[in-house]
């Protein structure tokens, strides 16, 4: 759907079909042309004064301005406490331990606000993180090529975090404030978390707390890039090691040891294709809602020298699960890499214990009028909120993931003033679904 969509926006900009139209094509969603500018409509000057002029694009540019690579959040997170307060938020920063090796790093906070005014812990809860991946890049406002058709979608603003995920934070704030000044009774929360980039520990910090509103939740309004479709869910996750043991010995007498790469390398074969491997035959689960379950060996350790028979290697692997619990996937790969290695003389042991974060796949809900709907490959803060069951979750946000995490971070301002809409939207329907007490929790 996304590339019929993306071939379309490329027919209207008169661009010839390419031989490799996902490559070419990606590019024109998340690049504005690096190419010539033809005769810009804004100057520079006219540019700073739209954001200006504007409380959102502006709340979103100093939001990006601010270096948030997860760990170094504690600016960020003093901004976003100020803001709130400064417009009748009571808010909390809650500590959430700094990471490994980052010890000397001023400290972190989740920043927590609901209104001054209520009385009650919030039934709908908006979130989205304050951290990014690195490196920062700086925030710039610039014109796209004329290729875009209204004035709005010509101004892009770009820089590390500008999409993913301040852009949510931005147009979640806004939603928030906007559905306050109508109807200031709305039970709102915000929760602006750290660390989701790094495994979401600031997410986990905040749902074991009791701030977390648990027993009053009803909505969680999760903020991601999903170019402003409603995503139906996503994949699980599930980490693990593979680790050989073998014998150094001389590379001239290989008898003499025993090798770990030998030894890894079957374990490794098997591993690699478990996800195209029918279930009956020993592989990982498919979904039709999110297709197979994909494994990806990120990196492979091994040996000191060409010379020596290796007594060290191992692998690193993350499983995207389309279906099952993480724990049926574990004994999948465990079965596998067992019958793999069998009679073998090094030892090949699988470690489940190195990656904390395992979670089965994702479903959300999708029952609201308006939107496009979709699945995502990524993993979100969504598992690491602990709320009741029969809570409606959502997940929504401006721009695309895929220039969220690349050098060219950037979305244009129709897209982050849409999001406000959208947000509000699902606010709306949130609270209508209170009002008739349609709320299964
Ligand atoms: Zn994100």
Redesign the pocket.
């Given at each position: 759907m996304k590339f019929s969509y993306i071939t379309a926006a490329a027919i209207i900009a008169g661009v010839k079909a390419s031989p490799h139209p996902a490559l070419e094509q990606q590019q024109l969603l998340s690049v504005p042309s690096q190419s010539a500018p033809s005769a810009p409509s804004y100057s520079q000057t006219s540019l700073d004064d739209i954001i200006r002029d504007s409380p959102l694009l502006s709340l979103h540019r100093d939001l990006v301005k601010i270096e948030s690579i997860s760990g170094n959040e504690h600016d960020v997170g003093n901004f976003v406490a100020q803001y709130l307060e400064a417009r009748d938020f009571t808010v909390v920063k809650q500590e959430v331990p700094q990471v490994k090796g980052k010890e000397a790093t001023k400290p972190r906070y989740n920043i927590y606000a609901t209104p001054t005014s209520s009385t009650e812990p919030p039934s709908i809860l908006l979130t989205?993180?304050i951290d990014t991946v690195p490196p920062f890049i700086p925030y710039s406002v610039h014109e796209a090529e004329p290729s875009t058709t209204t004035e709005r979608e010509n101004i892009i603003l770009s820089g590390r975090g500008s999409v993913?995920?301040k852009g949510?934070v931005a147009a979640q704030i806004f939603a928030t404030l906007e559905t306050l000044a109508k109807n200031p009774n709305a039970n709102l929360g915000l929760l602006f978390v750290v660390g989701?980039?790094i495994g979401g520990d600031g997410m986990k910090v905040f749902s074991d707390s009791p701030l977390n509103p648990k027993s009053s939740l009803k909505t969680v309004i999760f903020g991601?890039?999903t170019e402003a479709a409603l995503v139906a869910g996503h994949k699980g996750m599930l980490g693990f090691k593979v680790l050989a043991h073998g014998t150094a010995a001389h590379s001239g007498y290989p008898w003499l040891g025993k090798s770990a790469v030998s030894a890894i390398l079957p374990a490794l074969s098997r591993v690699d294709v478990l996800g195209n491997t029918p279930v009956e035959k020993g592989g990982l689960p498919a979904s039709p809602k999110y297709g197979p379950t994909t494994l990806n060996i990120g990196v492979i350790r091994a040996g000191v020298a060409t010379n020596v028979v290796p007594k060290e290697a191992w692998a690193d692997v993350a499983v995207r699960l389309a279906a099952g619990t993480p724990a049926e996937a574990r004994e999948i790969i465990q079965r596998a890499v067992d019958s793999a290695v069998e009679g073998q003389e090094a030892k090949v042991v699988l470690d489940f214990t190195s990656h904390n974060e395992s979670y089965p796949p994702q479903d959300l809900d999708v029952d609201v009028d308006g939107f496009e709907v979709t699945t995502v490959n990524?993993g979100?803060d969504v598992p690491n909120l602990d709320v009741r069951a029969g809570v409606k979750r959502y997940l929504y946000g401006p721009g695309s993931i895929f220039v969220?995490h690349g050098d060219h971070e950037a979305l244009n301002v129709r897209e982050i003033e849409d999001a406000v809409v959208g947000y509000k939207r699902l606010i709306e329907a949130a609270l209508e679904r209170e009002e008739k007490g349609e709320v299964g929790v």
């Open positions: 989205s993180h993913d995920a949510s989701e980039e991601e890039p990524y979100t969220a």
